[in-house]
C-alpha cells in the first residue's frame, strides 16, 4: 500500500495495482485523480526505457480515468479492475480507448494521425472519456507531430491522449510544451522479477529449475521487465550467463597479481572472436568493476551487474579502491579505441598493461 492516500478515500487500499515500482508517480497520479476538481492535463507523455511499464501504466491509468467505482470510498482500489469499464479495457474491447502504434513501419506516419484528428471529434460510445494511447510516439515524423499538434492545442473536453516514448528528446518542444512527461523509473532487481511474473506467472518454473539464469537475465535487463521477459524466452539468455561468469571471473582474477599471466589468457579468449563481441564483453566487464567500486564507498549502493550483494562485497574486499578505478578507467579507454576501429588484441594488452 502507498503512504499516500488522498483525502476522503481513507478506504482505498491500493492505487494502480498492477504497476510495480514507480510509488511517487502513482502517488501523484491518484492526487489529480482523485481531487475534489481533477486537475489532469488532456495529454501525458509517458516516457522510460522498453519494457519499464509504459503501456501498463496507460492502461491502467485509462481505467482510473473512467474507473466506475473511481469515488467509491469502499472500492479496494483504484482501478477496481472489477467494473464493467475496467474490465472491457482490460480485454480491449472498448472502443473508447484506441491504441495507435507503428503497424510494423519504422515510425508513426501523419496517415495515423489524421485519422486521430478525425476521430477525436466523434463523441464516445460508452465513456465519458475518449482515450488515445499511441506507443512508440519517439518514433513520429515531424509531419505526424505537427499534425497531432493541432489536436492537442484545442482537444474536445473529453479527449485524453497518452503519448509513449522512450526518449522525449526525439519529440518537438510544441508537443512537449502541451503535454507534460511523467517518466518510469528503471526497477530494482526484486520489482523486475515481480513484474515478470505477474505478467507471465509461467516463468516461475524457469526461475525454479535455473535460479542462477533467471537472476542472469534480471541483472542483465537493467529494470526492464519487458526487456528480461525477451531475453529469458529467447536464445540470448545462454551468452549474457556465459559473459557474465566471463566477467566474474576476470574479478577474480585481477584481486591476485599473482595471476596477470591467467588474466591475459582469460581476457584474449573471451574477447577475440570479434570486435564487437570484444566491446560487449569489456562493458560487461566494466559494469562488475563498477559495482566493486561503489561498494567500497557505499555498502549499500544499489548494484547493476552482482545479484548476490555478499558475494560481491566479498570480492570487492580483495582491491583497493585506487586498483578498482584504474581497472575502470582502462576498461573505459579500451571499450573507446575498439570504437575507433582499433585491433582488438593489441588493445586488449595495451589496457591490462595500465593495471
Known amino acids: 500500500m502507498y503512504n499516500f492516500v488522498p483525502k476522503g478515500c481513507e478506504a482505498l487500499k491500493e492505487i494502480f495495482p498492477k504497476i510495480i515500482g514507480n ?6 497520479l491518484a492526487r489529480s485523480l482523485l481531487a475534489e476538481n481533477p486537475d489532469l492535463p488532456h495529454a501525458y507523455i509517458i516516457e522510460g526505457a522498453y519494457g519499464t ?16 467505482n473511481r469515488t467509491n470510498t469502499d472500492a479496494p482500489a483504484l482501478p477496481c479492475n472489477s467494473c464493467r469499464n475496467c474490465r472491457n479495457i482490460s480485454r480491449g474491447a472498448c472502443p473508447d ?14 496517415d495515423a494521425i489524421r485519422e486521430l484528428r478525425r476521430d477525436v471529434h466523434i463523441y464516445p460510445n460508452d465513456l465519458e472519456r475518449k482515450i488515445y494511447i499511441i ?14 499538434l493541432l489536436t492537442l492545442e484545442e482537444p474536445p473536453a473529453y479527449a485524453f491522449i497518452l503519448l509513449l516514448c522512450e526518449n522525449s528528446a526525439l519529440m518537438l518542444e510544441t508537443i512537449k510544451s502541451r503535454a507534460p ?35 542472469d537475465v534480471i541483472m542483465s535487463a537493467d529494470g526492464s521487465a519487458g526487456l528480461a521477459i525477451d531475453l529469458l524466452s529467447g536464445k540470448e539468455a545462454a551468452k549474457i550467463a556465459e559473459a557474465r561468469r566471463a566477467s566474474e571471473k576476470f574479478c577474480i582474477l585481477a584481486a591476485n597479481a599473482a ?30 568493476v563498477r559495482d566493486l567500486a561503489l561498494l567500497k564507498r557505499d555498502g549499500d549502493t544499489a548494484l547493476r551487474f552482482f545479484s548476490d550483494r555478499e558475494k560481491a562485497t566479498h570480492l570487492s574486499d580483495s582491491f583497493s579502491l585506487r586498483k578498482l578505478l584504474l581497472i575502470s578507467d582502462a576498461l573505459l579507454e579500451a571499450i573507446s579505441a575498439l570504437e575507433r576501429n582499433s585491433n582488438t588484441r593489441l588493445t586488449l594488452i595495451s589496457m591490462l598493461s595500465k593495471f
Open 23 to 28: 510509488e511517487e508517480l502513482c502517488a501523484r
Open 53 to 68: 511499464g509504459k503501456r501498463t501504466l496507460a492502461v491502467e491509468l485509462a481505467k482510473a480515468l473512467v474507473c466506475e
Open 97 to 110: 480507448v484506441i491504441e495507435i502504434g507503428t503497424d510494423g513501419k519504422a515510425s508513426v506516419g501523419v
Open 135 to 148: 506507443n512508440d510516439a519517439h518514433t513520429m515524423t515531424v509531419q505526424a507531430q505537427n499534425a497531432l
Open 181 to 215: 512527461i511523467i517518466r518510469m523509473k528503471p526497477l530494482s532487481p526484486e520489482d523486475t522479477e515481480r513484474a515478470m511474473l505477474l505478467s507471465d506467472p509461467s516463468l516461475e518454473t524457469k526461475k525454479r529449475t535455473d535460479p542462477a539464469l533467471f537472476d
Open 259 to 288: 595471476k596477470k599471466a591467467e588474466l591475459l589468457i582469460h581476457v584474449t579468449e573471451v574477447c577475440t572472436s570479434t570486435r564487437e563481441t570484444a566491446k560487449d564483453q569489456l562493458e560487461s566487464f566494466a559494469l562488475a
